[in-house]
């Protein structure tokens, strides 16, 4: 099967609502199946597609690849209207789908990487698909030394500008990435990219990781943060439009970038944002279950094998420590969700080889019977399996290569 999320989807249709019939339609479909398995459910993909078209209200989604990592889906998801062009996170990888026919690319990091900079620099073609991203005059040097201006392709490059918040009596909320934060920072840089030779300025990106990449649905400080988003993002939308007015003066800029899954209504209403970028959304790690603003479908899941009964009313699977990154915290384990009322044992959590379950459900489990997880993040599973079996209903329909699939390990 090739991947179709054209296909007309049944909106009302919210099979995964009801849990126990839809996870034991999944189990059903990969009954025949042996070991660790990972699964997209194809109409919890379409689904939340669409929903993110929806809600960036007719703002073009640039696909963040890194929350993906399969090939299969990156192309399924670009054949929707609605959506337009890939952020890489490394270079090599942005190169790689240059090969593969993509030719919107931007780069969403600072690179390093000497061999792939010689690469593009090498290559006419794909410097006119790729974008890097900068924030710094340094990484110009670091270009230029592996090759001269006049013995290269032009390249493209979007300034990466800090949307982070610097609140009063509070300080720096957001994530650490751009050193260039205010308006004079943004547009110093600038006229020094425009003044070099060999660099295109074509874009602006700031990420409100404050703002997107936060929860804010049931702890018991999402008041707080709710605050906060409130007051970042109007001080946001001010200073992002003077940073934009200001590049306009020095660059023709093609493209502004913002947002993330958690903030499409917010980013898209923005007059200075011609695009946003969402990834996570699609397949749905279990992080993004806590958003008052939107409720994703469990898109991707995986599923391991009951191996062990150390009591009554314990069941251990094989494997399960598949740990997101970020800090080392609860919220970052998969977490189990059927059968239902599962939970990880304080002292083991999710482990290496084996991951112990206690709960009432655990009392009916048998060796060989499966049990379900959602990981916390969305692409960063497709690091740990080689393909996702496609399921509509209860059976598997097709499979998806990830990355890795493909032998590729980008990062």
Not at 132 to 141: A, F
Request: aromatic share 6%.
């Amino acid at each position: 099967m090739s991947l179709d999320l054209l296909a007309a989807p049944d909106t009302a249709a919210r099979p995964w609502d009801d849990p126990a019939p839809y996870w034991r339609a999944m189990t059903d479909a990969v009954s025949d199946l042996s070991g660790a398995v990972a699964a997209i459910n194809v109409a919890a993909l379409r689904y939340n597609a669409l929903d993110m078209v929806v809600r960036a209200g007719g703002v073009p989604i640039r696909v963040a690849s890194k929350s993906v990592r399969v090939r299969e889906v990156l192309d399924a998801t670009l054949a929707l209207s609605g959506y337009r062009g890939i952020l890489a996170f490394t270079l090599p990888e942005a190169l790689w789908l240059a090969q593969t026919g993509h030719d919107d690319i931007v780069v969403g990091y600072p690179t390093a990487d000497r061999a792939a900079i010689a690469r593009l620099c090498a290559d006419e073609d794909a410097a006119s698909r790729i974008t890097l991203m900068v924030d710094s005059l340094d990484q110009l040097d670091l270009v230029d030394a592996v090759a001269a201006p006049g013995r290269r392709a032009r390249l493209r490059l979007c300034i990466d500008a800090d949307a982070s918040w610097r609140a009063p009596g509070l300080g720096h909320i957001g994530v650490r990435r751009s050193p260039v934060h205010e308006v004079a920072e943004v547009a110093t840089l600038a006229r020094a990219i425009v003044g070099r030779d060999g660099f295109a300025l074509v874009g602006l990106m700031m990420y409100e990781a404050q703002i997107a990449g936060q929860p804010d649905k049931d702890g018991a400080s999402d008041p707080v943060i709710r605050w906060m988003q409130r007051r970042s993002a109007e001080e946001l939308l001010a200073r992002r439009a003077r940073i934009v007015g200001a590049l306009r003066e020095i660059a023709s800029l093609e493209f502004v970038n913002g947002g993330g899954t958690g903030s499409l209504e917010l980013t898209a209403s923005d007059q200075a944002v011609t695009e946003v970028t969402a990834g996570s959304g699609l397949l749905a790690g279990h992080l993004f279950d806590r958003y008052r603003i939107f409720d994703p479908a469990p898109a991707a899941a995986f599923s391991l094998e009951v191996v062990r009964r150390p009591t009554e009313s314990i069941a251990t699977v094989l494997g399960g420590g598949w740990i997101a990154s970020g800090p080392p915290v609860a919220s970052r384990q998969p977490l189990p969700v059927w059968p239902q009322g599962l939970r990880t044992l304080g002292r083991e959590g999710a482990g290496e080889v084996q991951t112990p379950l206690q709960g009432e459900a655990a009392r009916s489990l048998r060796v060989g019977d499966r049990v379900w997880f959602r990981h916390s993040k969305s692409g960063e599973l497709a690091e740990r399996v080689n393909a996702y079996h496609l399921i509509e209903a209860d059976r598997v329909v097709g499979e998806a290569l990830t990355y890795r699939g493909e032998g590729r390990a980008f990062l």
